[in-house]
């Protein structure tokens, strides 16, 4: 944008309209008066230089009849007399034989006004008639030559005068045309547009329709953008009501969750407690394979569900924001440990390794251990459940957050089946599985990740994924070093 696109881009209506307007009015009134007024000049110096031209003309007749009766003195009277008219300069008359200037001849005369004679010759004009006498039949003869030299000064200064007085009066005009469009341009336009664009900025509360008593199209407007506001302000309380309902709802859903999960914890216990005992006893009477073997599918199966309610019970809690964290510090190494031996059983079975790569002086961070090992043995019993036959890797390490905080670092790396671009993005959704025939062929729920994302939200950071089909999954997720730094950083989120 150049800099006048700029500043008329900045400028205001009120400034923009002045711009268009006043150059306008100026040569419309100023430029139209001044060619007026020289239009009107001009003919006035025509008018003059006709006049003269008669005057020169006629006294030429007379003072050949007073060359033909040789009469000097009256010749010298009627020249002298041009001098009383305004104006003249100068007179003189010549004789002339046979075209050239008779030298000392009584008809040479010669007057002149002191006081014109001392103007701006440039504003003098000059007039040669010739004096004819007609001897013969034949052509007249030239006799003599009469020249009036007149002064166009007067004349000029009242024209500069007539012009200064028309041009003062055409910019007052001009002034008091342009202060009446402006007053009523800013009465009509400025100050309606002005109204809604500050209603525009007002909030909903504040609100108060505009009021404007013209049919124009600025009135219209003015209805049109009342109207609108209306709609709006309804459409958001009806949003905001319907907003109010849903998070009402999802407290009630998530609270019920939390409840139930908990409720039916209880008695899946018993199950799980009473499958084991009976399978104690029983062992000691010594009952069939098969019995054992039911035994075992109903202390599974209890597990499993087990572990479903928990995972629903820690989303609800994280959902309805009452999950509480006890942030303290923790050993990254004990962590590691921790996490590679509870998940070991898992990891062999398949044909799998697992290799662990911390570094010795990786030392503690503050954090939450229990939601710590919690992600970490998430991410490592996925890598387990989708790998067959390969290594599994988790890592640890420091690192620098662009906002300047610390990290802790964990990586779970493997090289089983991969995910596509397509199955990475429906990653982290609740209930959802990256494909859906994974729940037929692995199991699962599909609450893990969101889980383990949620958790490492609430302790500052988060779990970031890459992966190639077919050739593995790295699982990055990242954990504040000193603790999350909202409110949770006394103990609860
Ligand atoms: N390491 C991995 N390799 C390949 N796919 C993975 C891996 N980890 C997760 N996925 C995909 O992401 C889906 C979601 O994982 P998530 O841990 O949330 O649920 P899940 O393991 O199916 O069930 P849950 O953990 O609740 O028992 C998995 O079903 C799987 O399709
Ligand atoms: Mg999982």
């Known amino acids: 944008m150049s800099v006048f696109s700029r500043l008329w881009y900045r400028a205001s209506v009120q400034t923009k309209y002045l711009l268009i307007i006043v150059p306008a009015a100026l040569l ?89 004679a001392a103007t701006d010759p440039s504003e003098q004009r000059t007039l040669a008639f010739p004096i004819r006498v007609k001897r013969t039949e034949a052509e007249p003869e030239t006799v003599g030559q009469l020249t009036i030299v007149y002064s166009l000064a007067e004349q000029n200064r009242l024209n500069d005068q007539v012009f200064h007085r028309t041009w003062t009066t055409a910019a007052v005009m001009a002034a008091m045309v342009i202060a009446m469009l402006t ?22 509360e504040d609100f108060v329709p505009i009021e404007l008593n013209t049919g124009d199209q600025l009135g219209q407007l003015v209805t ?38 908990h409720e039916l914890r209880t008695p899946l216990n018993a199950v799980i407690g009473y499958s084991e005992m009976l399978k104690d006893e029983l062992a000691e009477d010594g009952v069939t ?48 440990d921790y996490a590679a031996s509870t998940v070991h059983p898992l990891i062999e079975p398949k044909g799998n390794r697992l290799v662990v790569q911390v570094p010795p002086d990786i030392g503690s961070v503050r954090s ?22 390969g290594v599994i890797t988790l890592s640890a390490r420091r690192e620098r957050a662009p906002g300047g905080t610390e990290q802790l670092v964990f990586e779970v790396q493997d090289t089983g089946i991969g995910m596509t671009a397509e199955q990475q993005g429906k990653l982290f959704q609740a209930f959802v599985q990256a494909d859906s025939s994974t729940t037929r062929e692995y199991g699962g729920t599909g609450l893990g990740l969101v889980i383990c994302r949620r958790l490492c939200q609430l302790l500052g950071g988060d779990v970031t994924v890459r992966s190639v089909p077919g050739q593995g999954s790295c699982f990055t997720a990242r954990v504040a070093c000193d603790g999350p730094q909202t409110a949770a950083g006394d103990g609860h989120a």
């Open 28 to 116: 419309m009134t100023i430029g139209g008066n001044a060619f007026r007024q020289y239009m009107a000049g001009q003919r006035v110096l025509n008018a003059t230089a006709e006049q003269f031209e008669e005057v020169g003309r006629r006294t030429a007749i007379a003072l050949s009849t007073e060359y033909w009766n040789y009469n000097t003195s009256q010749a010298r009277a009627i020249v002298q007399t041009l001098l009383l008219i305004p104006n003249v300069v100068r007179v003189s008359s010549t004789e002339l034989v046979q075209g050239k200037t008779a030298v000392g001849s009584p008809f040479h005369f010669k007057f002149e006004d002191v006081e014109l």
């Open 183 to 204: 007053y009523a341009l800013n009465r009509a336009i400025i100050k309606p547009i002005g109204k809604v664009s500050d209603s525009a900025r007002q909030s909903d």
């Open 224 to 261: 049109a953008f009342n109207d609108l506001r209306a709609r709006h302000i309804e459409s958001t309380r009806q949003l905001q009501a319907a907003r109010d309902e849903a998070v009402a709802a999802n407290a009630a859903k998530s609270a019920f969750l939390a409840m139930m999960s």
């Open 289 to 336: 394979p098969t019995t054992m073997a039911d035994l075992d599918k109903i202390k599974s199966a209890g597990k499993h569900l087990l572990e479903l309610i928990n995972s629903v019970l820690d989303l609800s809690k994280i959902e309805a924001g009452k999950i509480e964290l006890e942030i303290g510090p923790v050993s990254v190494q004990q962590l590691v």
């Open 368 to 389: 939450d251990a229990t939601r710590l090992r919690q992600v970490l043995l998430n991410l490592l019993s996925n890598a387990a459940k989708f790998t067959k036959a």
